[in-house]
Nanobody, 125 residues
Framework: QVQLVESGGGLVQAGGSLRLSCAAA????????MGWFRQTPGKEREAVAS????????TYADSVKGRFAISRDDAKNTVFLQMNNLKPEDTAIYYC??????????????????WGQGTQVTVSS
């Protein structure tokens, strides 16, 4: 399985911004589409954003469209999630994962990574 390490979370006021990073092993990074997910206590993990292998295609959950942007830096084997205009409802643990398949309609499929510890994002009102 692909090993992934998330970072960049923190405490921010509503309206603020954070940038999350997800680093993957170089020999596996280029083979996969990548995505960000989030989970709050008592709820299922939900997909937030995804990006295909080339970086030319992205998908977003309706709740974050226009506020979040996913990107990938192949030179650094890293995927980013830029989060702007954060809202209290964005508070969650954020995880990244890799997928063997991607489509513009469904996003990431065929998850190939191990779920790590994630990174906590807390937005205060």
């Amino acid at each position: 399985q692909v090993q992934l390490v998330e970072s960049g979370g923190g405490l921010v006021q509503a309206g603020g911004s954070l940038r999350l990073s997800c680093a993957a092993a170089p020999r596996t990074y280029s083979r996969y589409a990548m995505g960000w997910f989030r989970q709050t206590p008592g709820k299922e993990r939900e997909a937030v954003a995804s990006i295909n292998r080339s970086g030319g295609g992205t998908t977003y959950a309706d709740s974050v469209k226009g506020r979040f942007a996913i990107s990938r830096d192949d030179a650094k084997n890293t995927v980013f999630l830029q989060m702007n205009n954060l809202k209290p409802e964005d508070t969650a643990i954020y995880y990244c994962n890799a997928g063997g398949a991607w489509s513009a309609s469904a996003g990431l499929r065929g998850l190939a990574g191990s779920w790590g510890q994630g990174t906590q994002v807390t937005v205060s009102s």
